[in-house]
């Protein structure tokens, strides 16, 4: 017999009281970078999921790519102004992969920097984007995500929307390379129009010391309710992983790393045009 309505609700505020409980008395564990698997599942995560199913309508492909157990460097491009498709992949990988594991985020110093936003980072499983956590990240057989295009590509004009920035030094393939750590490209489509960026005020990006101060169709003008997102249609896909294990002994090679992190490059710029065809209007269905 199924269970009706009240049954449901009394199960729901009973894990609410537990976990509460279990909050206000310590009872939680935390790992040596501050990630909180319970406070991710239980308040971060399901927020997101509502997001990206029902707002942006996100469509995913290719979740069977990610490796089922041991360590995966997952690289992906980064748009949008603010850094929201990097909390949405961590969620959908979490949601997707059929052993429901969490992605680890590589962040830039800023974001470690800002009191709260720092801590909320921690606690989701993020750590700040060097070379040592990520390779300690890997060698305990995590999955690891990270952006390499950084600043330059969340706060790219609209203008300049799905052209892949620069990679920055490649220090993500010479981290994959150490370890013998498969790395996965990702495209996402749909995060450029959640925020369209139609200008930047360098003056004031350089007053308050932030790589840039955007200006969008609806932000400052609207003042905090210029920060909701547009409802644009999501496409996310997981490409076929590429193998650096018969490459470790070249980790400190400079034109192994730079051709290695070309190709990744590359097979994102091309993923992501293959999914603009398919999704011809930015907010539709």
Not at 60 to 82: C, F, K, M, Q, R
Not at 188 to 210: C, F, H, N, Q, S
Not at 228 to 247: D, E, G, Q, Y
Request: aromatic residues 8%.
């Amino acid at each position: 017999m199924a269970d009706g309505p009240a049954d449901v609700w009394d199960r729901r505020v009973a894990g609410a009281l537990a976990f509460l409980r279990r909050r206000l008395s310590g009872q939680y564990e935390v790992d040596e970078f501050g990630f909180d698997p319970e406070l991710t599942d239980q308040l971060f995560h399901p927020l997101l999921r509502t997001l990206y199913r029902d707002w942006f309508r996100a469509e995913i492909d290719g979740v069977e790519n990610l490796p089922a157990g041991g360590a995966g460097l997952v690289v992906a491009n980064h748009s949008g102004t603010v850094a929201l498709d990097a909390l949405i992949l961590s969620t959908v990988v979490r949601d997707r992969h059929p052993e429901r594991r969490h992605l680890r985020l590589l962040g830039a110093d800023l974001v470690f920097r800002m009191p709260v936003v720092s801590e909320l980072a921690r606690k989701s499983g993020g750590t700040v984007a060097c070379n040592p956590d990520a390779e300690r990240l890997l060698d305990r057989g995590e999955l690891v995500g990270v952006f390499p295009e950084g600043f330059k590509g969340i706060g790219k004009l609209y203008a300049d929307r799905y052209k892949l920035q620069r990679f920055g030094r490649g220090g993500f393939v010479s981290a994959a390379l150490r370890t013998g750590t498969p790395i996965v490209p990702v495209a996402i489509v749909g995060a450029e129009e959640t925020y369209p960026m139609l200008a930047d005020v360098k003056p004031l990006a350089r007053l308050l010391k932030l790589p840039y101060f955007p200006v969008t169709p609806t932000f400052p003008w609207l003042g905090p309710l210029g920060m909701v997102p547009l409802p644009s249609k999501w496409l996310i896909r997981f490409c076929p992983p590429i193998s650096t294990a018969h490459l470790a002994e070249q980790a400190d090679d400079p034109l192994v790393v730079f051709n290695l992190a070309d190709q990744v490059r590359e097979t994102i710029q091309q993923t992501l045009l293959e999914l603009l065809q398919r999704r011809p209007d930015p907010f539709g269905p």
